[in-house]
């Protein structure tokens, strides 16, 4: 199978844990695309969906489903979103697509992070994947050097993009992250950094991994 085949094993799998009725968090990227499709397929009724980008809102609305605010929700059962790596406690790094920030407040909302993902994206230590960071624009260089500093990490800003929230992404390659709830932690402190692409505080509870064999469900609580 390859890497589009496992991300619609994995996005079908996704169904067995979308509460009907409920409102639903909803990410972002080539997995959740397929989920989504997966989802409006599939029947399911939600009261709604909370989005983390523009990319998934629309492809929520063009397939008939209510788009709410986050700010006019309490509570999410269930976020469903894909992540660039992920290690065997549930730990993310996340932000390819470049919406981490809006990933990570609807995260928050949610009792419950599902990731769907194909199995390349399973890795013992995170940091291979250059680490996303969203950072007010005027604090770029300085948050780079930061990194270069601290973790001895390099630091490029993404080429073309601007996020959906007008700031810059830096792309940091070179780090080792054996503490990603410290290293996330520290990040979070640095003026002019909006987000860091490590999800530990806000980890997976559940991971279906696409694999040759099939569906594996890891399980992380
Ligand atoms: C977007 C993300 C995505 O979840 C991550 O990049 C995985 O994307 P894909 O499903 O396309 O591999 O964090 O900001």
Avoid at 47 to 68: C, D, H, I, N, P
Avoid at 86 to 104: C, H, N, Q, S, V
Avoid at 183 to 198: A, D, K, L, R
Wanted: aromatic share 6%; charged share 20%; hydrophobic share 45%.
């Amino acid at each position: 199978m390859d890497a589009a085949q496992l991300k619609q094993l994995v996005a079908q799998a996704a169904l067995a844990h979308v509460p009907a009725g409920a409102i639903l968090g909803v990410g972002t990227g080539s997995t959740v695309d397929c989920f989504i499709d997966a989802l409006a397929e599939s029947g399911i009724a939600l009261a709604g969906t909370v989005s983390s980008s523009e990319r998934s809102t629309a492809r929520l609305r063009a397939r008939g489903y209510a788009v709410l605010e986050a700010s006019a929700v309490e509570r999410l059962p269930l976020y469903i979103d894909g992540a660039d790596e992920i290690d065997y406690d549930g730990y993310m790094i996340k932000g390819g697509g470049a919406a981490l920030t809006r990933e990570k407040i609807v995260a928050d909302l949610a009792e419950r992070f599902v990731c769907i993902a194909d199995e390349s994206k399973l890795v013992d230590v995170l940091g291979a994947y250059p680490l996303p960071v969203e950072v007010i624009p005027m604090a770029a260089a300085q948050v780079a050097r930061c990194f270069a500093r601290a973790y001895g990490g390099r630091a490029a800003v993404r080429a073309g993009v601007v996020t959906d929230n007008g700031n810059l992404i830096l792309d940091v390659e070179g780090l080792r992250i054996g503490d990603p709830l410290g290293m996330e932690t520290e990040v979070n402190q640095w003026p002019g950094v909006v987000t860091v692409g490590i999800f530990a505080r806000h980890r997976a509870r559940v991971c279906l991994l696409g694999t040759a064999q099939g569906v594996r469900t890891m399980r992380f609580d």
